[in-house]
């Protein structure tokens, strides 16, 4: 494509110098409803604040007659100090600019008194919210221990998200949690907010959609008619019911609003996120104009391209095709390897490579789908001495429940370790309070023993109440009696058997927080890891050393993070391991939600690929270990649907090699025939328990391989693992096969 000309008017507005034509027209058209699909990388941001910047200039509206609505404070903040730019440095005052949020509560202080509320509410915080509920739920007699006060939290933020007040649930919105109760404890929780004059921050949308809902408030909703002339709307893709209602309300006077996003990048709908409402534009408002931004600014062709080939075969999108000036570029490197330690290798490799070629690390990031991947990353990273980061999150071994775990694998190499053994004394919950530990402390200086010693002799005596004793002595007999094991048990079954007999992993496989099933996955990632070290002594080693600081003598550390952490940003190298199905996409995300849930992954694959500037690299394993296990492993979908005509495919020897075949039937959701001959194991938690498996069962197991249950002893299992013995081991570590 060629150069187009500036636009005409840009000599009297010189803001308006190198737009192109799309760009200049998404500026322009300023009355009516405008949809501009803003696609990776295609100038959104220049396009919203030139917008912002014009309808001051040209004196179509004062600050005060536009309402600019942003996701983050760092957007809103970045859009003020652009605009001021724009127009010569002048200060803008006086707009409504901001969150959602922000400007829902600069709302609600002036109309407060109609929910109930005096206009000096307070905004609860989410430890203020949880403490609140919690009095509500002792004095309704709810188990707080089935059903905690986060869980029920989040149930209600979730009716706040989708625009539901109390009444408004249903038999089927409410479900069976907290025995049936929980559209109660929503009514209770909300007259208890009004009593004390507070809401959250659902409530602050949710309160101003039912004041402009109201008939009885349609003058107050004519009077934000004619004060908002113009609404602009950033990143209109991730909102969700109750911002959508809220914008509709608003929107219904002039019509003059234009909303920024793209569907294409709507990755958000495990949080609330609906793309149904950037679809259903035309529909809400008719007359719409749809203007499509698809010269993008940042990515090579063939990355564009191959991108844009796999998003096409989602259904519900408008579509677009992006293009760039830049050129062709490399094709995207497509690489299949044998396991995950391999593709960590070759992604080492390749990185050194791009290191001697002078790419400075700060220009390469790893975009993983899910936290455990980041492990044997980190592992190969510190082999080699390359400096990484793990943004979004802490590093593998810095995770709490990681922490949790080497804690307890410390005191069984180390009982002297007082600091391991008070973070997990009480961990889980046990009864073990502060004050029990402050008196266990003062013994041990008073004697000059450890912790752990100390237990041994206060328990010998009267100091404590006949339960804390109790309990103290039974820690203590299990950490002996782990302890017995570390010359005859493998270290991997070991710390597999002292998660399950300690109940720490049944402390997080009842735990109803959606951060839960990642920290299982973490858990038997550590586990399976184990497997590479000769014994727990050189592994707690090794863990010590990975947690010493890496700091690189110039600065630069290479990026790794999710997929969904990138969005947004850009990077000259990108690397996308693990496209393999059930990882990416997600089984998970599959099976909760169909071919939704299929979708929202495939916009993630497309996300991930459009933040490659210059270079973009796909793997895939045969054999990976997830959930604690081997498994033989299907490229993804997404890996059958890159355009050969864009990719460089190279496969290890024995290995499935892109490009080649389909594995996947017309619907593009299930496996076909043909690729049921490869073996997936069942995720996590499937068949755990004594009643998931049945004498008889095959079975696989992360260290021992393949065998046949023979018994069954509550959660621990009897298996003849052939030339590898008779072995007792617990159920959660183990898969049917």
């Not at 730019?85 to 803008?92: C, F, M, R, T």
């Not at 409530?203 to 003058?219: F, R």
């Not at 694998?409 to 919950?429: F, M, S, Y």
Request: aromatic share 8%.
């Amino acid at each position: 494509m060629q150069n187009s000309p500036s636009p005409p008017q840009s000599d009297r507005f010189p803001y308006l110098q190198g737009l192109n034509p799309p760009q200049f027209e998404a500026v322009e058209a300023l009355d009516g409803p405008v949809l501009v699909l803003a696609g990776a990388g295609t100038g959104k941001t220049r396009v919203l604040t030139t917008r912002l910047a014009h309808l001051l200039y040209t004196g179509k509206a004062w600050p005060s007659q536009i309402l600019a609505v942003t996701f983050t404070n760092k957007a809103a903040q970045e859009m003020r100090h652009r605009v001021s730019s724009l127009l010569g440095g002048q200060a803008v005052e006086g707009w409504w600019l901001g969150t959602f949020h922000s400007l829902a509560a600069r709302m609600l202080r002036r109309h407060a008194e109609l929910v109930g509320l005096s206009s000096n509410f307070t905004i609860l915080d989410p430890d203020d919210q949880i403490r609140l509920l919690k009095q509500i739920m002792e004095v309704n007699h709810i188990d707080i221990k089935k059903w905690t006060p986060k869980l029920v939290i989040q149930h209600i933020d979730r009716w706040k998200d989708r625009g539901l007040t109390p009444d408004q649930i249903t038999a089927a919105d409410a479900g069976e949690s907290a025995d049936g109760k929980l559209p109660i404890l929503y009514k209770l929780y909300q007259n208890r907010l009004r009593a004390v004059n507070a809401c959250d921050f659902g409530d602050l949308l949710l309160h101003m959609i039912t004041i402009l809902k109201d008939p009885a408030h349609k003058e107050m909703l004519a009077e934000y008619h004619r004060k908002f002339k113009y609404i602009l709307v950033d990143e209109y893709q991730d909102t969700n019911v109750a911002q959508y209602l809220w914008l509709r309300l608003l929107a219904q006077g002039s019509s003059n609003i234009c909303c920024v996003g793209d569907d294409d990048q709507s990755i958000y709908g495990w949080r609330g996120a609906e793309v149904g409402n950037i679809l259903r534009f035309e529909e809400d408002f008719p007359g719409a104009k749809i203007i499509r931004l698809e010269q993008n600014y940042r990515s090579t062709n063939h990355i564009l391209k191959a991108a844009g080939a796999i998003i096409a075969n989602n259904e519900g999108r408008f579509g677009k095709s992006l293009w760039s000036e830049a050129g062709d570029g490399d094709k995207i490197c497509v690489r299949g390897l044998y396991d995950g330690e391999s593709e960590a290798r070759w992604i080492g490799e390749e990185i050194e490579q791009l290191q001697r070629k002078k790419w400075p690390l700060d220009q390469i990031a790893i975009l993983v789908r899910a936290g455990f991947q980041t492990r044997e990353f980190e592992e190969r990273f510190i082999k080699l001495g390359l400096p990484y980061k793990v943004i979004g999150g802490p590093r593998f071994y810095e995770r709490m429940e990681i922490r949790d775990a080497l804690a307890y694998l410390r005191v069984i190499a180390q009982p002297a370790d007082d600091l391991a053994l008070e973070r997990v004394i009480n961990t889980p919950k046990r009864g073990i309070g502060d004050t029990t530990i402050q008196t266990l402390y003062a013994h041990a200086r008073a004697k000059g023993i450890s912790l752990y010693d100390s237990i041994g002799d206060i328990t010998q005596t009267d100091e404590l109440r006949p339960k804390v004793k109790g309990t103290l002595m039974k820690l203590t007999d299990d950490f002996t009696r782990w302890r017995s094991l570390v010359d005859t048990l493998p270290h991997p079954q070991l710390a597999a058997q002292i998660l399950e007999e300690s109940g720490y992993m049944q402390m997080w496989q009842t735990d109803k927080t959606p951060e839960a099933p990642g920290r299982i996955e973490n858990l038997k990632e550590l586990v399976s890891g184990m497997g590479q070290y000769e014994s727990l002594g050189q592994f707690l080693e090794h863990v010590a050393l990975v947690l010493e600081n890496q700091e690189a003598s110039n600065g630069e550390f290479a990026t790794i993070m999710t997929l969904h952490g990138a969005k947004g940003l850009e990077f000259g190298a990108v690397f996308l391991p693990g496209w393999e199905d059930g990882l990416f996409p997600s089984q998970r995300s599959m099976d909760e939600h169909g071919l939704k849930g299929l979708e929202e992954e495939r916009r993630l694959a497309y996300v991930g690929l459009t933040r490659a500037r210059k270079r973009a690299y796909v793997s895939y394993a045969a054999n990976r270990r997830m959930y604690g296990n081997w498994i033989s492993a299907l490229p993804s979908r997404f890996v059958e649907e890159l355009p050969p005509a864009h990719i460089e495919a190279t496969a290890e020897s024995g290995i499935f090699q892109a490009g080649r075949s389909t594995h996947w039937d017309s619907s593009g959701f299930k496996p076909s025939p043909y690729a049921a001959v490869a073996s997936r194991s069942s995720s996590p938690g499937e068949n755990g328990g004594k009643e998931g498996f049945r004498r008889g069962d095959r079975v696989s197991h992360a260290t021992f391989g393949e065998g046949v249950v023979i018994n069954i002893d509550g959660n621990k299992l009897d298996i003849d693992f052939g030339p590898g013995g008779r072995k007792r081991v617990m159920g959660s570590f183990i898969e049917k096969l």
